[in-house]
């Protein structure tokens, strides 16, 4: 009776747990707070080691993952392009989410798997026609996603399906960091490294549609739902804008923080080494 009693209050997959709403995010926190502080014996663990345990994605199976290009200046000058009057939307699917202590894999598709490091944010409640001085009461919360990119597979077609697609290409995590912990989501320094050396940095500020334009401008398209996610954009400094060109290897290790949400990391390996927890 109390499992069931729990799966209702607090569902333990992510998405039901959202689409609770607020209340149930409460429910969750009141639990555990009053376990910790109560000093009562639980039948099993209640808080475990992070050493002790394989996190996974924050959200495995979002209803959507929207993506947003171009909205980063500097991204947008070394791509040559011209800054957008509207944004530039496109969309990735399940089969891409891969957690935060999964490798990136490889496939022998292609040898130009490249990063974009990505600042996110996850729908807590549906959001239909918002007007942006109201889209933060639809956020739950913040992660982090590396929108790794098969570059000659995005550029043989028109469209970006191909190279934007391909299995376990969005590391997402290390988790969901509810919105009250992050007071000004337009002011976190995001930064990519590779092997330890700076590839991206810059800060949300320069975001040139932000977090509550965005929800304005799809939600007037686009019904979103609770655990939907999207991605606000990639700075500058990605590998196949550099000089020469930088794909990631095997072995290679990718290391994206943004301030406020922590930290994101994992390695590069080839299909036939990897190992992926499914």
């Known amino acids: 009776m109390a499992k069931k009693l729990a799966d209702v209050y607090v ?3 992510m998405s039901l747990l959202l689409e609770g ?3 149930t995010l409460q429910e969750a926190s009141e639990a555990v707070n009053y376990v910790l502080e109560s000093g009562l014996e639980a039948d099993g663990e209640v808080v475990f080691d992070k050493e002790s345990v394989k996190l996974e994605a924050p959200v495995g199976k979002p209803n959507k993952i929207i993506c947003v290009g171009h909205n980063y200046r500097e991204h947008i000058l070394e791509m040559k392009r011209e800054l957008p009057e509207n944004p530039v939307l496109f969309a990735k699917f ?3 989410i891969s957690g935060p202590q999964d490798p990136i894999v490889k496939k022998d598709v292609s040898d130009q798997y490249d990063f974009e490091a990505e600042f996110a944010f996850v729908i807590g409640k549906q959001a239909k026609n918002v007007k942006a001085e109201d889209a933060l009461d639809y956020v739950a919360g913040y992660t982090i996603a590396n ?3 098969v570059r000659d597979l995005q550029k043989r077609t028109l469209q970006w399906l191909q190279g934007k697609s391909v299995d376990g290409t969005l590391p997402l995590g290390p988790w969901l ?3 009250d912990e992050v007071p000004d989501p337009h002011a976190l320094d995001i930064e990519l490294k590779v ?3 700076t590839k991206q940095k810059s800060n949300t500020g320069n975001l040139v549609f932000d977090v509550n334009r965005l929800v304005d401008f799809v939600s007037h398209l686009i019904t979103l739902e609770p655990g939907d996610i999207l991605l606000t ?3 500058g400094g990605v590998g196949v804008a550099r000089d020469p060109q930088e794909f990631l290897q095997e072995g290679d290790t990718v290391t994206i923080s943004v301030d406020q949400v922590g930290v994101l990391e994992n390695v590069v390996k080839n299909e036939a080494k990897a190992e992926v927890h499914v």
Do not use: L, Q
Request: glycine share 14%; charged share 30%.
């Open 11 to 13: 569902p333990s997959d």
């Open 21 to 23: 709403g607020e209340e």
């Open 94 to 96: 399940n089969n891409t």
């Open 147 to 149: 929108d790794v990119s």
């Open 177 to 179: 960091v509810t919105k």
């Open 195 to 197: 092997n330890g050396e």
């Open 233 to 235: 954009g990639t700075p």
